[in-house]
């Protein structure tokens, strides 16, 4: 497989992006209405668009992560904070170096449709694993032609080949490349070094990083064996192949050659209204066939076992700057017929978003999936079982039969797993004041039978004897971990596992505090997305990088705690991975960072058609 077609294309798209959004944007033809997908192919394996570059141009630049990529105030801070700005503008500068342009001078002429697509070849395209294309309007042909210049002279310097093909009254400029060996495109040789960068803040290992990767972009060694190129009144269009270039200018709108009259984008239109600015196409079965093609028996052998081919397309789309949210990305996973394997398992149960009252309102990550254990287990075993019987079997005695002490077995089906129930959640916060001890942190699974479970924590203490301390709060028994910091118990409908603060408060349902479910945010996320779910994901990124810098303040203190505290390593770690490279002396400077953050919430619903996913970002409250 030609990887470097994949690449090249990834990183000219990038630097399309790059360019569009660092430059002002021109304005589409006014009668400029062609949907994306009427320059793709039918048969196009993955396909995205955009309906109006300039439109899309304009909702990015009010995102707030544009805003933060321009915020004067992060430019020269320390720490991975600024990193993209700063890669930002060192790939501007080497766009514009390609195109012997000043940063500064740097314009975009295009406008209206962009479709990107890879579709699976045809007699002509012999030769050619994939073949793929992005297909670009254009708002200013002057400009457009003055860049397409400079970018051929580029690609005629580094090419090994370049000749030009005459279609109707266009010209396609074709470069080829010498063929490398994969061994040698992958970077796998036996002589190239692995090791890891020898730099240790976040800025060397930046800068190290892209003088490596843009020496490789713009290089003989980053393009494909053949490009091709094509400029008309209307369009740039960039492709792996001369021949795909002729069957874009061939098609015609009504002609049932194009993916705007196939089922997969007549669904996609349907479902979501209003489509957002990006919508994309993956057909999964076309995906499927090329797999088989490549990989033969093998590769059927594993699809059926897992039931792919109930999988048809997954289509979806992205809309930037609502009223009510900053942006909004839905997919949908069409699935026909009945549901085994992976999308049997993948079609849980839907039950309404609201948290219980255990997620207090502290919480920045909440997490929850209704996923049956036992019923997971049964469905692996059935996919094993379809290859390999004994294997099956072995897994069904191994879980039967755990040994669990001196002579003692746990029967793990039996004893824990059935008397568990869905839903499984996880909830991450930091209570105030920010110190070493604030971490909370709390897992728990619904519970079937509370004797069942109760039975193994006793069995547990034995056999982990004097690692599990046991009290009794409010009638109810607790173990605490004699190393501190974690305790668990099993409650009315829950089993509780995670620092001994969360738990406690976890065990009064009753108490009167705010929790998740009652905060506006999740409010008003709750009310965007769809009314159930089996997956919900909620991140408040204001509060959790809040407080990763105030905790940034005391990370001695985290650090001396973590040797008796499990939660407080946890948290050195991840406070660590949010902070690193910025100084005591620059958190208040950092503080710049939350203005830009914002709530946002995941779900994914099983539905009758398939599987549903929805991401929903909240614009920034105003403020610090």
Known sequence: MNHRRYRFLATAMFAALAALTLAPPRAAADDDTTDPAAWAPADSV??????????????????????????????DLPGQTSLPQKFTQEFRKQVAGALDIQPDKLRNPFAGPVALFASRPRDEDAGTDVTVALVAGVGDHKLAAEYYEKATRKFRSIADNHEKVSFRSHTIDVFTTENHSDEADDGESDDQDNSPPDATSPEDNFKQMTDEAFSKIFSADAMPEKLALCLTDDRLIVASAPETIKNVLRRKPGSGATLLETDNYKTLLHKFKPVGAVR??????????????????????TIDMLGLRSMRAVI?????????????????????????GLAKILSMKNTPLAPPKTVASD?????????????????????????????????????????????????????????????????????????PDCPRFLFS????????????????????????????????????ASFGGMSVTVGDDALLIGTTPA????????????????????????????????????VDSR?????????????????????????AMMTSQFVESLTQGIKPEDIDRARALLKYQASAILTIRTTPDGLHLVNIQLHPAAGD
């Open 543 to 567: 509060r959790m990088y809040e407080g990763a810098l105030e905790l940034a303040r005391h990370k001695d203190a985290l650090m001396a705690a973590q040797f008796s505290n499990p939660a």
């Open 445 to 480: 699974l619904g519970v079937k039978d509370k004797d069942a479970l109760t039975r193994f924590l006793g069995r547990l203490t034995e056999v982990a004897a004097g690692m599990l301390i046991e009290r009794e709060s409010r009638g109810q028994l607790v173990y605490d």
């Open 280 to 301: 994309f196409v993956l057909n999964l079965s076309s995906f499927f066939d090329m797999m088989e093609a490549d990989d033969g028996h093998k590769a059927k052998e």
């Open 363 to 435: 919480t920045f990550m909440y997490w929850r999936v209704n996923l049956d254990i036992l019923a997971l287990l049964d469905e692996i075993e059935r996919i094993v079982r379809q290859n390999d019987a004994d294997a099956a079997d072995q897994m069904h005695r191994t879980l039967e039969s755990v040994p669990f002490g001196e002579g003692q077995t746990l029967n793990l089906r039996k004893e824990v797993f059935a008397a568990l129930d869905p839903p499984m959640i996880l909830a991450l916060g930091f209570a105030q004041p920010y110190n």
């Open 46 to 75: 993955l396909f995205m668009g955009i309906d109006d570059v300039t439109k899309l141009i304009a909702q990015v630049k009010q995102s707030s992560f544009y805003k933060l990529m321009h915020d004067p105030d992060l430019k």
């Open 316 to 340: 979806g789309h992205l809309d930037y700057g609502g009223k009510e949210y900053e942006s909004r990305f839905e997919a949908e996973l069409l699935i026909s017929g009945p549901r085994t």
């Open 503 to 538: 738990v406690d408060r976890a065990m009064q349902p009753g108490a009167k505090r705010e929790t998740l479910a009652a905060l506006p945010d999740y409010r008003r996320l709750a009310a965007l997305a769809p009314p159930d779910a089996w997956c919900v994901v909620y």
